[in-house]
């Protein structure tokens, strides 16, 4: 009986740092890109993917959707849709730097912000697509076992 309760508490532990880390990640990620359109812009159109309307359109939705998705996880509001759209989203991330990798592109993903310090940066591509391997499985993590306690509505 003991071992199933800890398993239980260790599983919950578990539940409640991928919803709430994930929270903070997806609203840190939204913030920084607020009021940033142009600096965004260009970050996209660094990927070499879009055209120039669509990376200003983009760049214009990305910081805000982010922050709505991390209020979302955060108020426990659709937690399984909202990690299911985030597991999209941070798949197309990862397909966006694996192939810039691929084609040489020396690029700043703008994830988080821009240094402004050192605005000639690119990325370290490995360590970008293995942190956001480790957000992918919390956010799956969250779709199989989500956190539902000081949830409004799971």
């Known amino acids: 009986m003991s071992s199933k309760i800890n398993g239980?508490?260790?599983?919950?532990?578990?539940?409640?740092?991928a919803r709430f880390f994930m929270a903070w990640v997806w609203i840190?990620?939204?913030?920084?890109?607020?009021?940033?359109?142009l600096d965004m812009t260009q970050a996209i159109k660094g990927y070499?993917?879009?055209?120039?309307?669509?990376?200003?359109?983009l760049a214009t939705v990305i910081g805000p959707l982010e922050v709505i998705g991390g209020v979302l996880l955060?108020?426990?509001?659709?937690?399984r849709k909202s990690s299911i759209?985030?597991?999209?989203?941070?798949?197309?991330?990862?397909?966006?730097?694996?192939?810039?990798?691929?084609?040489?592109?020396?690029?700043?993903?703008?994830?988080?912000?821009?240094?402004?310090?050192?605005p000639d940066r690119g990325m370290d591509y490995a360590k970008t697509l293995l942190r956001d391997a480790a957000y992918l499985f919390l956010t799956l993590w969250t779709i199989k076992r989500p956190f539902t306690k000081f949830a409004l509505h799971p």
């Open 8 to 17: 239980k508490l260790v599983l919950d532990v578990i539940s409640f740092i």
């Open 28 to 37: 840190d990620a939204g913030v920084h890109k607020l009021g940033k359109t």
């Open 48 to 57: 070499d993917i879009f055209t120039p309307d669509w990376a200003l359109y």
């Open 74 to 79: 955060l108020l426990g509001l659709f937690l």
């Open 85 to 118: 759209v985030a597991t999209v989203v941070l798949l197309l991330f990862m397909v966006g730097i694996a192939q810039a990798w691929a084609r040489g592109l020396d690029i700043d993903c703008g994830c988080f912000g821009f240094d402004a310090q050192n």
